[in-house]
């Protein structure tokens, strides 16, 4: 995966986050109420799913609740949609739950902690694999198989997952790699980096701040 560093200007400084994002006014909004402001949000192509106050709730295009359960659990630090088991994973501090959004059956992951001092933060899902990173610094990423059910692959540590004075702020992926969005506490300093499904060196990594 080639990325051209000319085409990157996060680093500069913008009077308008508009040069940035060139975003048109907005067709419609939703006053969003929760737990905490960093509440997330995850969407498929039928659905938004967001936390409403007390609730999950799944919302379609023109921001209308469709369906909504209680959310009795603790914070929600990620929510995504994984396409191979058609269901929206969500992320707590200690505990991953699925939720089908036809049923809006939540389910707890038989998934738990190799330590009860670090708690979980991100995830995302490539293909028939999960990943699940930790909030700590030197953050390890847990691989999971998916099908033909949830069952513990692997946990990669520090150097390979990061240094042991940065953190995995976020997890995204396609189907070809994964990107780890890594603060760095030393240089005070976001770097993103591009990884194959095997978390081998970086292929690509670069600062946006």
């Known amino acids: 995966m080639v990325i051209d560093d000319q085409l990157l200007a996060f680093n500069q400084k913008r009077s308008k986050i508009n040069n940035v994002l060139p975003l048109s006014t907005p067709d419609r909004t939703i006053k969003r ?9 995850a969407a498929n ?8 106050a007390v609730n999950l709730c799944l919302l379609d295009r023109r921001l209308t609740v469709k369906k909504h359960i209680p959310w009795p659990h603790d914070d929600l630090y990620e929510m995504f949609w994984s396409m191979t088991l058609a269901q929206f994973i ?6 991953i739950f699925s939720l089908d959004e036809k049923t809006m059956t939540l389910q707890q992951y038989p998934i738990t902690r190799h330590c009860k001092t670090v708690y979980w933060s991100r ?4 293909k ?5 990173s930790t909030s700590n610094d030197g953050s390890s990423i847990f691989e999971y198989t998916l099908l033909p059910s949830i069952q513990f692959v692997k946990e ?29 506490h030393q240089r005070q300093k976001c ?11 970086a292929t690509t990594g670069f600062d946006l701040a």
């Open 123 to 126: 995830g995302t899902c490539l």
């Open 156 to 184: 990669y540590l520090p150097p390979i997952s990061c240094a042991k004075d940065e953190n995995i702020s976020d997890l995204a992926s396609n189907n070809d790699a994964l990107a780890l969005l890594i603060w760095n």
């Open 33 to 41: 109420t929760g737990h905490s402001f960093w509440s997330p949000i």
């Open 128 to 132: 028939d694999t999960l990943f699940l």
């Open 191 to 201: 770097r993103l980096d591009l990884c194959s499904p095997t978390l081998q060196a």
């Open 45 to 52: 192509d039928n659905h938004l799913l967001m936390e409403q």
């Open 90 to 95: 969500l992320i707590t501090d200690f505990n």
